[in-house]
C-alpha cells in the first residue's frame, strides 16, 4: 500500500556515517585541480553547501554538506535526503506483489538498521499510497476510452518509457496527484492488474492524519487511516461507459448529447472554463445517466476491487504457510514463521501440519492440489520472478521446480464482456529467457527463504518434503 517516499534525516558525523554503511558517495569537482565543486548560497555568499550522491539499494542517497561562516563562527551540517520506494526495494525493484503492513515493517526495519537511523528521526516529505487491483478487463482499454477526469483535473497520458509504451495516465494537483496505470503492461504480467494510487508532494495534505516521521508508518492505525485516501480518491474519479448506445434510447436531446459529449475529457475541460456551476450539475447527471443506462457501474466495480484490497493488506495475520530457511547449525531446510516482524524458525515439537479446510491431505487424499493459505487469494501473489533485498525475505523458485511449471492455475479468469462491454484482456507474452536466468540467479544463492503462497500444485510437495527431513 505504502510505496514511494522521500525521507530527511540530520547526519551528526557523516564519515562515521560512510564508514558504518560501507555506502560510496560522489561529489562533483574540478578535474584540473581536484577543488569539490559546490554551491554558493545567495544569501549569504560565504556559505557552501556540497551535493554527494549515492546509492543504497534501490534508494537514492543524496547528502548535503553545508559550510555556514557567520562572522567568526564555522560551521558544518548534513543532511541526508533518501528517495525511493519501500515497496519496490522490499521486492528488488518491482512492486506489483502485494506489499502489507507486516512486510511494510520489515522494510522499514531493514532500512533505518542498514543505514542507522532512528525512524523517529526520519521526517517524510513525500508519500505514495497505492493499490494493485486484478480487473475483469484489459486495463489498457480501460484507461486509454474510459478514464476522464480527477474532480476538476483531466487526466493526462505518461510519457513514453523505454519501450515507447504509455502504461498511464496521471491527474496533477497543487499538494499531490492521482495516477492510473497498467501495471500487467509494465511487467509483462500474464493478468490484468491495473494500479491506482495517490502521490503527497505536500505533507500538509496529510497533515490531519498525523503522518510525518518514518515512524508513524509503524503505527498501525495511521497507516489504516491513510488507506481511506486511496479510496477517497477514486470517488472523484470521473469514468465514461463506452457500451451505451445514447441514440438508441429513449431520451431527451439535452441527455443524449451529454451522454455523448461527456466521454470526451475536452468537453468537461472547457464546461468547467466557462462555467463552474454548470460543470458539477452536468457531472452530477452525466454520473447518474451512466449508473442507469451503462451495462455495468465501472466506478462501483473498480471501488469494491480497491476496497477488498486494501482490506487484504491491512489484514493483522502472518501469511507465511511454509518456507526454507538455510540454518546456521544444519544444512536442509527448516519451517519459518513470522515474530513481531522478524523470519526465525520453529521448533520441530512445536509443528503440526494441519490440512486446509475441505482439502484432503497428501497421505488420505487424492486431490491434486491445495488452496494458497493465504486469504483473498490473487494471481499476483504467485507471479515469479521476484528476488528481494538482502536482509529481507527473497521469493525464489524451488530448486526442484521449474519456473514455467508455476504458470500452472495463474491464468487470470476469461474475461466478462457481457459485464463491462470492454475488450477482452491480451495475454501478455513473456520470454523463456528471462526466466533461465532468473532460475539460475536463484540456484546460485546460499541462503534463501521460501516465503509467501505458491502455486497450487507445489503445496504437496513443500509438506512432504519437510516431513522427510524431520
Avoid at 458539477?280 to 476491487?305: C, D, E, N, P, W
Wanted: net charge positive.
Amino acid at each position: 500500500m505504502v510505496d514511494g517516499v522521500k525521507i530527511f534525516a540530520k547526519l551528526k558525523d557523516f564519515i562515521a556515517f560512510k564508514d558504518k554503511t560501507g555506502i560510496q558517495f560522489s561529489v562533483p569537482a574540478n578535474v584540473a585541480t581536484g577543488e569539490l565543486i559546490g554551491r554558493r548560497h545567495k544569501s549569504n555568499r560565504n556559505n557552501y553547501t556540497y551535493t554527494h550522491k549515492g546509492k543504497f539499494e534501490h534508494y537514492r542517497l543524496t547528502v548535503l554538506e553545508t559550510h555556514n561562516h557567520k562572522n567568526s563562527n564555522n560551521s558544518v551540517s548534513y543532511n541526508l535526503f533518501i528517495e525511493g520506494s519501500l515497496h519496490k526495494n522490499y521486492f528488488g525493484g518491482k512492486n506489483y506483489q502485494r506489499f502489507n503492513f507486516h512486510l511494510l515493517q520489515n522494510e522499514i526495519n531493514h532500512l533505518c538498521d542498514r543505514l542507522d537511523l532512528d525512524p523517529h528521526q526520519c521526517i517524510i516529505q513525500n508519500l505514495e499510497i497505492g493499490v494493485n487491483v486484478n480487473t475483469p478487463f484489459d486495463p489498457k482499454s480501460f484507461i486509454s476510452n474510459n478514464l476522464l477526469l480527477h474532480s476538476t483535473v483531466p487526466f493526462e497520458d505518461y510519457l513514453p518509457g523505454e519501450n515507447r509504451l504509455i502504461i498511464g495516465r496521471f491527474a496533477r494537483h497543487a499538494q499531490h496527484s492521482v495516477k492510473c496505470y497498467n501495471k500487467g503492461l509494465q511487467y509483462g504480467l500474464r493478468y490484468p492488474l491495473l494500479r491506482f494510487e495517490e502521490r503527497c508532494i505536500k505533507m500538509q495534505y496529510l497533515s490531519k492524519y498525523k503522518i510525518r516521521t518514518l515512524a508513524d508508518l509503524s503505527d498501525y492505525e495511521k497507516v489504516k487511516a491513510i488507506s481511506q485516501i486511496v479510496i477517497n480518491a477514486w470517488d472523484k474519479v470521473l469514468v465514461c461507459d463506452t457500451g451505451i448506445a445514447p441514440k438508441d434510447l429513449n431520451l431527451p436531446q439535452k441527455d443524449r448529447e451529454l451522454l455523448i459529449g461527456g466521454c470526451y475529457r475536452d468537453y468537461w475541460v472547457r464546461l468547467h472554463k466557462n462555467n463552474r456551476q454548470l460543470f458539477s450539475k452536468q457531472r452530477t447527471r452525466f454520473k447518474r445517466l451512466t449508473s442507469v443506462y451503462g451495462k455495468a457501474t465501472m466506478h462501483s466495480l473498480i471501488r469494491k476491487l480497491i476496497v477488498d484490497e486494501l482490506a487484504l493488506l491491512l489484514e493483522t495475520g502472518t501469511f507465511l504457510p511454509c518456507a526454507e530457511y538455510l540454518h546456521e547449525n544444519a544444512g536442509w531446510n527448516i519451517l519459518t514463521n513470522l515474530v513481531n516482524c522478524k523470519i526465525v524458525p520453529v521448533s520441530s515439537d512445536a509443528i503440526s501440519i494441519e490440512s486446509p479446510q475441505g482439502v484432503s491431505s497428501p497421505e488420505t487424499g487424492s486431490q491434486e492440489s491445495l488452496t494458497p493459505c493465504m486469504p483473498g487469494y490473487r494471481p499476483h501473489d504467485t507471479e515469479l520472478p521476484t528476488s528481494t533485498t538482502p536482509s529481507a525475505t527473497k521469493l525464489c523458485t524451488p530448486r526442484n521446480i521449474q519456473p514455467s511449471d508455476l504458470s500452472t492455475n495463474m491464468e487470470p479468469s476469461d474475461p466478462k464482456d457481457e459485464v463491462t462491454g470492454l475488450e477482452p484482456m491480451p495475454e501478455y507474452q513473456t520470454t523463456g529467457e528471462y526466466d533461465r536466468k532468473q532460475a539460475e540467479k536463484h540456484e546460485s544463492q546460499e541462503a534463501t527463504i521460501l516465503v509467501g503462497t505458491y502455486a497450487r500444485n507445489q503445496s504437496n510437495w513443500l509438506i512432504k518434503r519437510f516431513l522427510n527431513k524431520v
